[in-house]
């Protein structure tokens, strides 16, 4: 229902090219990435004099169990976003529960985030990096982004990241596009659980239950984040996503934990909106594109 698209290694000026990198041939999942470059008429991908551009590693949503980095609504999105932020995209294909729960999908992130690492130590002291990176990445401005499963993804491995030495890479900002959890929700009400139990039975460690902190963050005090250095963040949610209240939960949590969150809400999108030509899908753009640019223009970010 959800057909794979072929990467394109040859684009026009103006267009997107993109082809797919190996990761880490030794995992038990072969990680791989897709990469996305603007062939822009001031960025040529044969250019002597090359612009250098923010990369935004990606990693796409399915509920940890379905879909890939060359799924087509995913291949169409990181075009899109490569277009009009003017960014590299390395959309990462990461493995899927339940031959491989969670943590195995941090792990891949993670190894991603290693392999451009990887990438930039080799461009600058004489290795032989990905030519289209080594012609065109901005190694010190690193946005990690993901949607659905994907953003829970993402805020996970920048609590990795917060303990890691990354250089050359600097990871200015993290986007989470309705993220992915789950777990009890506390009201005036009274407790309710968010989220699939099916799908997330599938996805998290065996035996764990829906307030296990890979699933509900909010499960453990606001102090467990506090002290750590994460990226300026940007959640972006729809107000008719079935998630929604526990997602705001969560930036609300994150926010007691003195971390420097943006919110913009959509009133009337559903989940996974962004994925298609809706009314309020180049509102959505807009918010990202802005987030991106006058972060990694700010000197002072993470």
């Known amino acids: 229902m959800v057909p794979d698209v072929p990467a394109k290694s040859?684009?026009?000026?103006?267009?997107?090219?993109?082809?797919?990198?190996?990761?880490?041939?030794?995992?038990?999942?072969?990680?791989w990435a897709r990469l996305f470059v603007p062939n822009n008429v001031s960025t040529p991908l044969s250019s002597a004099t090359p612009e250098r551009l923010p990369v935004v590693v990606f990693f796409h949503g399915g509920a940890f169990v379905v879909l890939s980095a060359a799924t087509g609504l995913y291949h169409q999105f990181c075009e899109k976003l490569a277009k009009e932020a003017n960014v590299i995209v390395l959309s990462v294909n990461y493995g899927l529960a339940p031959e491989h729960r969670l943590p195995a999908a941090y792990d891949d992130a993670f190894s991603a985030i290693k392999w451009l690492q990887s990438q930039g130590v080799a461009l600058y002291h004489g290795g032989d990096p990905d030519p289209w990176l080594a012609l065109h990445a901005d190694f010190s401005s690193i946005f990690v982004m993901g949607d659905s499963a994907g953003g829970n993804i993402a805020y996970h491995l920048s609590l990795r990241l917060a303990h890691e030495d990354i250089k050359p890479l600097r990871v200015k900002g993290l986007v989470l596009i309705q993220p992915s959890f789950g777990g009890t929700l506390k009201g005036a009400e009274g407790s309710t659980c968010i989220g699939n139990r099916r799908l997330w039975r599938l996805a998290l460690p065996p035996g764990a239950e829906m307030d296990h902190f890979f699933c509900n963050p909010t499960s453990q005090p606001p102090s467990t984040v506090q002290n750590l250095v994460l990226p300026?963040?940007?959640?972006?949610?729809?107000?008719?996503?079935?998630?929604?209240?526990?997602?705001?939960?969560?930036?609300?949590?994150l926010m007691s934990a003195k971390q420097d969150v943006e919110l913009t809400e959509f009133k009337n999108?559903?989940?996974?909106?962004?994925?298609?030509?809706?009314?309020?899908?180049?509102?959505?753009?807009?918010?990202?594109?802005?987030?991106?640019?006058?972060?990694?223009?700010?000197k002072d970010s993470s």
């Open 269 to 298: 999108a559903t989940h996974g909106f962004y994925l298609f030509p809706r009314d309020d899908t180049p509102a959505f753009f807009e918010k990202v594109l802005y987030f991106i640019h006058r972060t990694e223009e700010s």
């Open 232 to 253: 300026r963040t940007a959640v972006l949610l729809g107000g008719l996503d079935r998630m929604h209240d526990k997602q705001h939960e969560f930036v609300t949590w």
């Open 10 to 31: 040859q684009a026009e000026q103006g267009e997107i090219a993109s082809r797919d990198v190996i990761i880490d041939s030794s995992a038990s999942s072969c990680i």
